[in-house]
C-alpha cells in the first residue's frame, strides 16, 4: 500500500501569523515568511509522498545530521556534519538533533520493540540551519528539518526532546496506520495528538517521571520566555498561563472548531491521552502510551474522534478499558 506522507510543522501557521499580527519591521516579515513557506512546503512534500518517492532503511540504528548552512532547498540538500557513533562538536543545534532523535529512537524500540520509524531500521536524516532564522521545524515524510528561530519569538527547535519526538512519530504514524492520517479536520487533529502524546511519553520516559508527575507541556523552552512558556498542554487545553498568549485549544468537544486548524481541535484527543494516562497512574509508556500505539493500525486514513476512542478502547486490557473509556467521555467524544 502507498503510504502518504505529509509534511507536518511543530508551529502551525496560524501561530505565525497570530504572533506576526503584534510585531513590526524584519520580525514581523520573518514570521510571515515562515507561515508562506510552511504551506508551501506542506503542498509541495504531501504530493512528492504520494509518488512513493521515500526510502532510506539502514536496517539499524544510524543517524545522520546535515547542515543546510542556511540555504532553502526542497528537498533539502547539506552537508553532512554528524554521523552515527562520531564524537560531538562544537555545533548545539547538530548535537541537539543527534542526540533527541537517538533517544527517540531507543524509546520506540525498547518500549515497542520498534526498529526506528519505519519498523525496518529507518535512517534518522536531520538537516539542520535550514533557512534564515526560520521559524519552525518540520517531518517531511523523509527526514527532520529545522530552521534556527528568529531568536525574538523562537529561540530554539532542537533543546526540547518533546518536539523532536513529535516530529519523528509523524512518521510512525505515516507506518503504523493501514494509509496514514489524513491531514486534515479529526483526523489531522488526531495525527497531532499521536505526535503529542508520543512526544510527552519521550520526555517522560528519559526523565524516568510517571504520569502525575510529568509537567505535560509540549514545547516548553522553544519559546521566548516573554511570549509563552510552551506551545501547548495535554493537562490543560487553551490555559495561556501555561502556554502562550493566543492558545486556543478546547479541552472537551463543546468547543470542537468546525473546520479548524488540526494543532487548535488537537486539544480534545490530547486531554483525554492525559486524563487516561493519569488515570492509569504509573509510567506514561507502560499504560497509555502502549494502549494508542496498538490502536493506531486500527485507524483508517479518515478517522474521528470517535474511531480513535473505539480504537484505544479496543486495545486496551482487562482493567484499562474503564480508564480509557472515561477518559473520552469526559472529553465529550463518546457518551
Known amino acids: 500500500m502507498t503510504k502518504i506522507a505529509c509534511t507536518c510543522f511543530i508551529i502551525p501557521t496560524k501561530m505565525l501569523r497570530h504572533l506576526a499580527d503584534a510585531a513590526h519591521g524584519s520580525e514581523r516579515q520573518k514570521l510571515l515568511d515562515a507561515a508562506l513557506l510552511s504551506e508551501r512546503l506542506r503542498g509541495q512534500r504531501s504530493v512528492m509522498g504520494q509518488m512513493g518517492l521515500f526510502a532510506n532503511s539502514a536496517g539499524e540504528k544510524r543517524r545522520t545530521i546535515y547542515d543546510c548552512k542556511h540555504r532553502q532547498n526542497t528537498p533539502p540538500r547539506g552537508k553532512l556534519v554528524r554521523g552515527e557513533a562520531s564524537h560531538a562538536g562544537k555545533d548545539a543545534i547538530v548535537n541537539e538533533s543527534y542526540e533527541s532523535s537517538g533517544i527517540t529512537y531507543d524509546f520506540y524500540q525498547h518500549v ?12 534518522l536524516d536531520s538537516y539542520v540551519h535550514f533557512g534564515r532564522d526560520f521559524n519552525n521545524a518540520f517531518w517531511d515524510g523523509a527526514q527532520m528539518v529545522y530552521g534556527d528561530g528568529d531568536q525574538k519569538f523562537f529561540v530554539s527547535f532542537t533543546s526540547a526532546l518533546d518536539v523532536i519526538a513529535h516530529e519523528l512519530t509523524h512518521g510512525v504514524t505515516q507506518f503504523r496506520t493501514p494509509g496514514g492520517l489524513d491531514y486534515q479536520d479529526q483526523s489531522g487533529a488526531l495525527n497531532e495528538s499521536i505526535s503529542d502524546a508520543m512526544g510527552s511519553a519521550v520526555k517522560q520516559w528519559k526523565s524516568k517521571q510517571t504520569a502525575s508527575e510529568a509537567d505535560w ?3 516548553a523552552g522553544i519559546l521566548n520566555p516573554s511570549f509563552g512558556k510552551a ?3 495535554m493537562k490543560a487545553p487553551g490555559d495561556k498561563s501555561q502556554t502562550w498568549s493566543g492558545d486556543d485549544q478546547p479541552s472537551t468537544m463543546s468547543g470542537y472548531v468546525e473546520g479548524g486548524d488540526v494543532h487548535t481541535n488537537s486539544g480534545i484527543p490530547n486531554h483525554a491521552f492525559y486524563l487516561a494516562a493519569t488515570a492509569l497512574g504509573g509510567a506514561t509508556w507502560e499504560k497509555a502510551a502502549q494502549i494508542w500505539y496498538r490502536a493506531l493500525p486500527m485507524l483508517k486514513s479518515d478517522a474521528s474522534f470517535a474511531d480513535a476512542a473505539h480504537a484505544t478502547i479496543e486495545a486496551s486490557q482487562g482493567a484499562e478499558r474503564a480508564a480509557v473509556q472515561t477518559a473520552w467521555k469526559k472529553v465529550e467524544v463518546i457518551s
Open 112 to 123: 515497542f520493540n520498534r526498529n526506528s520509524i519505519d519498523g525496518r531500521g529507518m535512517r
Open 231 to 233: 506551545l501547548r498542554s
Open 217 to 219: 507541556l509540549i514545547g
